[in-house]
Every structure is written in C-alpha cells, then in structure tokens.
C-alpha cells in the first residue's frame, strides 16, 4: 500500500506568478484535504475534495483553487503569488470519515 | 469557527521520564481529536486519535485523554526515548456537513526534546 505523494518537493517562485502542486492520495482514499503550514505553526485548512467536489473551505482567497481527478489524485493551484505565501503545502488523504494521512509536503518560496 | 490552543510550546524531559501535553477547543461540536508527529523536514505523522465518544485511549506507550465537559485533551506519552524528540500538533474537527472527512483545526504545535 503506497502513502501519499507530493511533488514537487521544493519550489522557488517570484511574486505574481502562479503555481500547481500535486497530490497523490493513498490507495483506496477518495478525500484529499490541503493544508498550509507556516514556519513555526501548525498546519492550516485551506480546502477539501471529495469525489471530485469541493467540500469545504478554510479562511483562504479565491486564488487558491484545486482539483480532484477520478483517481482521486489533486491539484492545489495558487494565482497572483504574494509573499506570504511561502509555506509548506500539506496534503493528506483518507476514507470517509477515517483518518487523514499526510504527505511529506512542498516547500514554497516566493521572492 | 474552531479554535485550539496548545501548551506548552516547549517541553524538555529526561529519557525515560513522561511528557505530558494538552489542549483545548472552543467548539463544543468537535467529536474527533487526532494527534500529530512532525519530524524536521517531513509531513505530520498520526500517532494516536480519539472521538468524542470515548475518554481515553491508550497505543502502548501513547494514551490521549478526553475532557468533553471542560473542551481539553491530553496527549500523554511514557517511557520517552531519544526518537521521540519532535513537533507535537494537537487537532479538532467536526465532522463536515454532508459527505467527506474531518476539517481540521491544529494547535500551534509542541517541541518535544528528550535528553538522553
């Protein structure tokens, strides 16, 4: 059984452009949450998908979107990047209402 | 919304000694209290979870507690090693209207040294 899968690992952006990061969800998990984590803090609720739908949504702007596919695999897009942005981007997955299982996260820089 | 406070910030114990953390939340709603390890340079680690439906739960030399009168669990870890020196995240949630999983609310995290 694999875990959850995150790519890229690290990533370096400047400021206004935009950014996907990707998410593979553990084997048999059909919900992905995205978490934004700043240095020194935990982790923070951006949004959830479940079958392919929003599922609800934390305290973040518009320009911080996703996707879920079919594989139940998921994208977080972020537009207009702003320096405060830069965090680490958790994912975790899971099965109803099961635990969520996190990924090893991307590191975002924007300069 | 949901909101969880953590104490300490810090925690320094000897090896072998326990370490004990705690937390509390605002929404009396919240039926699910997991609790988190995080490494340098890694995602968080689920190391134990309670509902609300139970009071204590125990995985060999982890035990979490539950107050759902005063709104605080406990994380309670004994025997403590050198490895398990890290980030320690409390959380709570409710579980989401309609479908899906558990929105979770963490705490600010607890650094969790262990002298050898």
């Known amino acids: 059984e694999t875990g959850v899968t995150q790519s890229p690992t690290h990533l370096i952006k400047t400021r206004g452009q935009q950014v996907t990061l990707r998410c593979s969800s553990q084997?048999?998990?059909?919900?992905v949450s995205w978490y934004q984590q700043a240095l020194g803090q935990g982790p923070q609720f951006i949004f959830q998908?479940?079958?392919?739908?929003?599922?609800g949504r934390g305290n973040f702007p518009p320009r911080f979107s996703g996707l879920q596919f079919p594989n139940y695999s998921s994208e977080l897009n972020v537009n207009a990047l702003e320096l405060d942005d830069s965090a680490l981007y958790l994912c975790?997955?899971?099965?109803?209402?099961?635990?969520?299982?996190f990924g090893p996260g991307t590191r975002l820089l924007v300069l | 919304g949901e909101n969880v406070e953590q104490h300490p910030s810090t925690l320094s114990v000897q090896e072998g000694d326990s370490a004990v953390i705690k937390c509390t939340y605002s929404?009396?709603?919240?039926?699910?209290f997991p609790w988190y390890k995080q490494e340098l340079g890694k995602g968080p680690q689920l190391i134990i979870d309670?509902?609300?439906?139970?009071g204590e739960k125990k995985d060999q030399r982890i035990a979490v507690t539950l107050n759902k009168t005063a709104k605080h669990f406990s994380l309670h870890i004994t025997e403590t090693q050198p490895e398990d020196s890290a980030v320690y995240f409390c959380?709570?949630?409710?579980?989401?209207?309609?479908?899906?999983?558990?929105?979770?609310?963490f705490g600010k995290g607890t650094k969790l040294s262990v002298i050898p």
């Open positions: 929404d009396s709603a919240s039926n699910y």
């Open positions: 998908y479940y079958r392919e739908e929003e599922n």
């Open positions: 975790a997955s899971s099965s109803g209402v099961g635990a969520q299982y």
């Open positions: 084997s048999g998990h059909n919900t």
């Open positions: 959380a709570a949630s409710k579980i989401a209207s309609g479908a899906g999983s558990y929105q979770l609310t």
């Open positions: 309670i509902r609300s439906n139970v």
